[in-house]
């Protein structure tokens, strides 16, 4: 099958070196001459109808579309997430052969705090920021393609790359904030399989649902995490006294269950098992 990472970032590199042992695998960004072999490269801007149109020439079996905003401001999440479904969604309408399948990756942060009860596919969604609300904008879009589509929405990925908390830990600079909340977490590794779990599903000819959850199969407070890394590191873990107030408290339990009865296995099932790993790697 012809596969396209369309943001070819980490996600979608770690995705198409998966697949690329079966399928050929492309991978667009504007500068694409980066990109590890066997991965074809693919010039195009995303957001740029005029080049979507150009790439949906070509016949893919499958679009994986991972967004990645350039800050961490509403402009920038308006200028990638939205752009980018506005123009695939107009570009896909176009295209004399269309996907067969495009998963649109999302995230968890749709559904802002629930005070630490769990949260599922079907469970209302409560964004408290612009990120939220231009999150479900965009899943909204990606419903209407004229194609088979797919969104998962992912919890905090980390991994190699991503080990921020684990360099905090390591130096000494975290604090858990107070009052407790519960955390959600996946490792790349485990994101990158289940784009790769999906595809090979639609085409064996299994049913998808519309939405998954792609978390790990532990949610955990942040104290939790913390004194378990503290302790694997041999560092000092602040004492509840010294905890920092939350300012932007998010609380809430991610609920895999979904993802789990399609037959998806974990490499990485808790934060323990990821992190441990990630610690001989760093």
């Known amino acids: 099958m012809k596969i396209l990472m369309a943001g070819c970032g980490d996600l979608g590199k ?44 070509e016949p893919f079996d499958a679009i994986v579309v991972t967004v990645t905003p350039s ?5 920038a999440y308006r200028g990638s997430y939205i752009a980018v479904a506005k123009a695939l969604k107009s570009a896909v309408s176009m295209a004399s052969y269309p996907p067969k399948l495009i998963i649109w990756a999302s995230s968890t942060r749709v559904y802002g705090d629930h005070g630490g009860a769990w949260v599922d596919e079907d469970s209302s969604l409560y964004y408290q920021d ?25 919890s905090g990925i ?13 130096s000494g600079r975290v604090q858990p904030q107070f009052p407790e909340k519960w955390t959600n977490r996946i490792h790349s590794e485990d994101c990158a399989a289940v784009f790769t779990h999906l595809i090979g599903r639609y085409f064996d000819g299994e049913s998808l649902d519309p939405l998954y959850i792609a978390s790990d199969c532990e949610p955990v407070t942040q104290k939790v995490v913390y004194k378990w890394m503290a302790k694997a590191l ?5 004492m509840p006294q010294e905890s920092a107030p ?15 009865e399609s037959g998806f296995r974990f490499k990485y099932p808790t934060f323990r098992d990821g992190y441990s790993a990630l610690m001989k790697e760093t």
């Open 234 to 238: 041999d560092v000092k873990f602040p």
């Open 158 to 170: 980390y991994g190699l790359g991503r080990q921020s908390l684990l360099n905090k830990m390591r």
């Open 130 to 154: 612009f990120a939220g609300k231009l999150l479900v904008e965009a899943e909204l879009l990606i419903s209407e393609l004229s194609c088979r589509y797919v969104v998962v929405r992912f």
């Open 246 to 260: 939350s300012e932007y408290k998010i609380s809430r339990r991610c609920n895999n269950k979904r993802l789990l």
């Open 71 to 75: 800050a961490f401001c509403e402009s």
């Open 14 to 57: 770690r995705t198409a070196l998966m697949l690329a042992k079966e399928h050929t695998c492309f991978g667009l960004k504007r500068r694409p001459s980066q990109l590890p072999s066997p991965i074809m490269p693919i010039s195009a801007d995303l957001t740029n109808l005029l080049d979507m149109k150009r790439v949906l020439e």
